[in-house]
Nanobody, 127 residues
Framework: VQLQASGGGLVQAGGSLRLSCTASGGAFRNYAAGWFRQAPGKEREFVAAISRSGSRQSYADSVKGRFTMSKDDAENTLYLQMNSLKPEDTAVYFC?????????????????????WGQGTQVTVSS
C-alpha cells in the first residue's frame, strides 16, 4: 500500500486543520494506522493511532482533547482533525499503516510498529 498525506498549511493559533491520508494499492480496512509528526531539530513523535476497525484510538497527551483521528474505509482515507492549534503543533505530519493489530496504546505509539509511511505534510501554526 502507498500512502499520500495532504491538508497541511499555515493557520493561526486557535484555528483548525484537517489532514487526510489516502491509500492506494491496498484497503485501509485491512490496516491499523497512526499519525506522527516531526518538528525541526526534533525526533519524530507519536500523535495518534487507530485500530483496523476504527473502534480503538489513542492520542499523545499533548494533543488529547484537541485532535481526533478517524478512518473512512469507503473512501480509503485516514483523517486527523486538529482543533485549537498551538504554535508547538508546527511540524511535518506523517501518516503510517501496519498489518499488525492494535493491541496496546503503547505499542501503537512506536514508529517501528508501522510498515508503510506517507511522505508528510507541513503544518505551520503562527502565534
Amino acid at each position: 500500500v502507498q500512502l499520500q498525506a495532504s491538508g497541511g498549511g499555515l493557520v493561526q493559533a486557535g484555528g483548525s486543520l484537517r489532514l487526510s491520508c489516502t491509500a492506494s494499492g491496498g484497503a485501509f480496512r485491512n490496516y491499523a494506522a497512526g499519525w506522527f509528526r516531526q518538528a525541526p531539530g526534533k525526533e519524530r513523535e507519536f500523535v495518534a493511532a487507530i485500530s483496523r476497525s476504527g473502534s480503538r484510538q489513542s492520542y499523545a497527551d499533548s494533543v488529547k482533547g484537541r485532535f481526533t483521528m478517524s478512518k473512512d474505509d469507503a473512501e480509503n482515507t485516514l483523517y486527523l482533525q486538529m482543533n485549537s492549534l498551538k504554535p508547538e503543533d508546527t511540524a511535518v505530519y506523517f501518516c503510517a499503516a501496519t498489518f499488525r493489530s492494535y493491541t496496546t496504546a503503547s505499542s501503537a505509539a512506536r514508529s517501528d510498529h508501522y510498515d508503510t509511511w506517507g511522505q508528510g505534510t507541513q503544518v505551520t501554526v503562527s502565534s
